[in-house]
Structures are given as C-alpha cells and as structure tokens.
T-cell receptor
Framework: EAGVVQSPRYKIIEKKQPVAFWCNPISGHNTLYWYRQNLGQGPELLIRYENEEAVDDSQLPKDRFSAERLKGVDSTLKIQPAELGDSAVYLC????????????FGNGTRLTVT | KQEVTQIPAALSVPEGENLVLNCSFTDSAIYNLQWFRQDPGKGLTSLLLIQSSQREQTSGRLNASLDKSSGRSTLYIAASQPGDSATYLCAVRRGSEKLVFGKGTKLTVNP
C-alpha cells in the first residue's frame, strides 16, 4: 500500500510569510494527525482529525496556524504569518479507526524560517 | 500530565551486541505503548505496539516489554547490525487517540 505522502519535503521562507503543507493519508485511514517535531525532541501533536472533523486541536496555536480536511481525505496545514520559532519538521500521520492500530507517518516537511 | 522519558539519549555499540533501550512514563493508565524508529530526515516507522493488557510483543530481532504498574517499557534488540542505527522513540496513548512521545534514543551500531 502507498504510504502517507507529504509535500513539500523542504521549505525555506522568511519570517512573516505564509506557508502551507499538504498531506495525503493512507487510503481508508479515517484518523489523521499533524505533529511538529523540533530537533532532538519527540513529535508533539498539533491537531487530530476523525474524518473531516477536528476532534483535538487544543495544542494548535490558532492565532497563526490553521488546518483543514474538507473531504475527510487529504489535509492542509497553514501558518500565517510564520515566525522564527516555527522552524521544525511537520509530520503527518494516519491510522484506521481500529482501537489498537499503529500510526503511519509521512516523511515530513522540514520548515526553515529565516 | 503524562511524561515519557527515554534513557539513554544516545547509545553506541559494536555490531553483534544485544542491547536494551528504556522508556518510562509517569501515568500508568495507558491504552497502549508503541515503539518507533526514525532514520535521519525521515518520518517515524512503527516497530511494535503493546496493548495495555499485554506484557510483550516480538518482531524478528526486536522484543518490547511493558510493565504498566512500574511505568516502564524496554525494547530489546538482539544481534545488532549497522542497519539498526537510528533514533528509537516510544510513545504512550491514553484513552483518547493522543500519543505522547519521548525524546528518543539515538542508536549507533558500529561495524
């Protein structure tokens, strides 16, 4: 099966500019996650979707971050405006609705804000 | 708040050695625990998932154990190979679908 696909792989932008990341989960995976991973740290959850509904966005900085999963399949994460501290790897993951199914991660988008 | 700690942060071993990576968590009310592998510049690959009712899971040369009462899990790697070099992360899940990750152990297996 095709894995979780993310694009772009790398993005370099100047601070205050907008940026968007795209994720296509594994076919049939209802649950989709966006994580942020800083260097030397584990991933931290930004938002979780069950189909098209955002069921946990408590850690999403809503003043500058937004996400959507309009048709319950692929998803977009946006930052506007970006700040220097947003430099990180943004990871998308998906899983089936089965209780103990594992997470499948994409290769991530490495964002550098200058 | 659930906290996950992995010790050591880095480990270097010669090829062929058996090794153990450690993961501890503060809240024993977990749903499951997963071990992941992350290669440089890549996403995470799920290695083993242990349900809260299980004590261990095995896959090839990997064996993961879980002791909920003490808040600990170990990942045992037998006969390590240079291709095992990566960062290994553990993550615990509570009732919701949220995973809390440790910072990982960076493993280097020297030929």
């Amino acid at each position: 099966e095709a894995g979780v696909v993310q694009s772009p792989r790398y993005k370099i932008i100047e601070k205050k500019q907008p940026v968007a990341f795209w994720c296509n989960p594994i076919s049939g995976h209802n649950t989709l996650y966006w994580y942020r991973q800083n260097l030397g740290q584990g991933p931290e959850l930004l938002i979780r979707y069950e189909n098209e509904e955002a069921v946990d966005d408590s850690q999403l900085p809503k003043d500058r971050f937004s996400a959507e999963r309009l048709k319950g399949v692929d998803s977009t994460l946006k930052i506007q405006p970006a700040e220097l501290g947003d430099s990180a790897v943004y990871l998308c993951a998906s899983k089936t609705g089965t209780a103990n199914s594992p997470l499948h991660f994409g290769n991530g988008t490495r964002l550098t804000v200058t | 708040k659930q906290e996950v700690t992995q010790i050591p942060a880095a480990l270097s071993v010669p090829e062929g050695e058996n090794l153990v990576l450690n993961c501890s968590f503060t809240d024993s009310a977990i749903y499951n625990l997963q071990w992941f592998r992350q290669d440089p510049g890549k996403g995470l690959t799920s290695l083993l998932l242990i349900q809260s009712s299980q004590r261990e899971q095995t896959s090839g040369r990997l064996n993961a154990s879980l002791d909920k009462s003490s808040g600990r899990s170990t990942l045992y790697i037998a006969a390590s190979q240079p291709g095992d070099s990566a960062t290994y992360l553990c993550a615990v899940r509570r009732g919701s679908e949220k995973l809390v990750f440790g910072k990982g152990t960076k493993l280097t297996v020297n030929p």
